[in-house]
């Protein structure tokens, strides 16, 4: 599809009439070396970085965690061969929660933790327009696109409101979450010494001196040029002997997630982006850590720790020294990936990053009719839901 914008870029000339956008739903599997150079080129002038939307990372995931292909890859580009402004995986969805109500929603998977697409910087409102003006004219989309895990007010998150206004209507956040954010101008120690209390501290300290009377405690981080598949087995066996493994959760859980996770950090090693960390017991891994790093980013994917040596807190020891990631020039903040309110990285890591699931409603009289109707059953639910809900001290 071809589409000539009617919303300006910010700071750059809107395209001449003879160079439209063309969007385009594309088979990550069959790219051409053409398509996946401009993609890979995108993610280094993104407006914010997203590892999980960057090639070698989403390629993976519609190969192996999409098998019934329910996901289109959509690709924005400036002309049928100039450079591609925007990429971000979108599906149709036949229920909203419990409702059934048809809409479009960008795709992702369990591990997929974060929901921005990736823009070219400057370029944010002409993705939006653009994106959305093909959604209203797609047949198969419908009502809605929900698009979870945005920075709220980032400079994706304001480029879409601004868009959903200039279309008539209004980019409605619908859920609100907090995560732990490393982003400070401290050093490690001033950090540590700042984050956690004294006594916390203290209590470390003993853990980490019992535990070194077990053996040798080194602490050892993957070198470009260093093996890789021992690291990767050994995270994978750490992970599938915790509580992961009880529940069925762990990447190695499924041959389609652990041909997944060594998929992409096999990939993140190759394109330079890959942190590993562990901490060794006698040279067995007792902690370990996986890091993307998208500067001015980075995202903290995979943790996991023995669980039979929880009482010298392997996992905290790690991030402890984890936090020389402070110096590191091009690195300003790190995304802990965690669930809200995560009981260990709460503790240590002080700055907090906002994510909003945002609802837009697409431009046809019965879509707008739809989206109005959702937004009053949403209003009752919600009135309904806070005087039936126990006051915080309350609840169980």
């Known amino acids: 599809m071809t589409v000539h914008p009617a919303f300006p870029v910010d700071g750059a000339p809107a395209p001449a009439a003879s160079a439209p956008l063309t969007v385009r739903v594309v088979d990550p599997l069959s790219l ?41 890859l959509v690709l924005v580009r400036d002309g049928s061969a100039g450079p591609v402004i925007g990429v971000m995986p979108l599906a149709a969805a036949t229920h909203y929660g419990r409702l059934p109500l048809r809409h479009v929603t960008g795709w992702a998977h369990p591990n997929h933790f974060l929901g921005l697409p990736l823009v070219r910087a400057g370029f944010e409102r002409l993705f939006w327009s653009i994106l959305l003006g093909w959604c209203d004219a797609a047949p198969w989309a419908k009502t809605l696109v929900h698009l979870p895990r945005l920075t709220e007010d980032g400079p994706l998150h304001r480029a879409l409101v601004d868009v959903a206004q200039a279309r008539g209507g209004a980019a409605e956040t619908v859920h609100r979450e907090e995560r732990a954010l490393l982003d400070s101008d401290l050093s490690p120690a001033a950090y540590w010494e700042a984050a956690v209390r004294a006594k916390k501290r203290k209590e470390l300290r003993r853990q980490a001196n019992r535990l070194a009377e077990q053996g040798t405690v080194a602490f050892r981080r993957w070198r470009a040029g260093d093996a890789l598949d021992p690291w990767l087995d050994a995270f994978l066996d750490l992970e599938a002997r915790g509580w992961k493994g009880q529940a069925g959760s762990a990447l190695a859980s499924h041959g389609e997630t652990e041909a997944w996770f060594r998929a992409i950090v096999t990939a993140a090693a190759t394109a330079g982006k890959l942190d590993l960390r562990a901490l060794d017991l006698d040279g067995r891994p007792l902690a370990m850590l996986v890091h993307f790093l998208c500067p001015p980013g980075g995202f903290s994917f995979k943790t996991a720790f023995d669980e039979d040596y929880a009482r010298f807190s392997p996992g905290v020891l790690l991030q402890q020294a984890n936090l020389d990631l402070l110096g590191d020039p091009r690195i300003a903040w790190v995304d802990s990936c965690a669930a809200s309110g995560h009981p260990m990285i709460d503790s240590v890591w002080r700055e907090r990053r906002a994510l909003v699931w945002v ?24 009135r309904w839901k806070r005087p039936h809900s126990l006051p915080v001290q309350d609840q169980p």
Request: a negative charge.
């Open 32 to 72: 051409s070396d053409e398509l996946a150079a401009a993609w890979d080129a995108l993610a280094a002038e993104a407006s914010e970085p997203n590892p999980f939307v960057e090639r070698w990372c989403l390629q993976s995931a519609l190969h192996l965690l999409d098998p019934e292909r329910q996901a289109r």
């Open 359 to 382: 609802n837009v409603p697409l431009s046809s009289a019965s879509d707008r009719l739809r989206f109005a109707a959702l937004r009053r059953v949403e209003t009752l639910w919600r």
